[in-house]
């Protein structure tokens, strides 16, 4: 079960991140990950869940376009509601990249693997990447510091 609460919202999108699923990304000689329910505090390189969705029509006609484009399947996509996400942040390094998973609809049926962020010559959404890149360059996407200061600086 989710527990999705509101981390950062803008003219162009709006996000939300479970920070009950933050996981530790690098795990243990076991290969045990950390999780929340653990009660551990936030390991140096970690991740959490967010949903990103567009809040203007015009962003969504234009992400279909892209599929198209791209020869992916477009079925359902005009009621796209939210793409999933994984954000993964090197507290050490200061750096995060964003692993987009699946887009859904506003009756959270999975459309399809999300490709939200796989157009570098036209990004969707300004700011985020799907390399390692800093968490305080000037065209950081400002959901990134804010999830990383919620988890991370304490």
Known sequence: MWDWKLIFEDGEIISYCDFDKVIDTEGGEDDIFASMECY???PPRFAVW???????????KKYIEQRKGAGLPVKGYQRFRYALCLIEMDAMKKRYRVIPATDYDAT??????SSILTDKNAP?????????TSINSRTTHGMIPVIFKRLAVR
């Open 108 to 113: 959270d049926n999975e459309l399809g693997e």
């Open 124 to 132: 969707l959404v300004e700011g985020l990447k799907t390399e390692w």
């Open 50 to 60: 967010a949903s990103l969705a567009f809040k203007k029509k015009e962003a969504i």
């Open 40 to 42: 551990r505090q936030i």
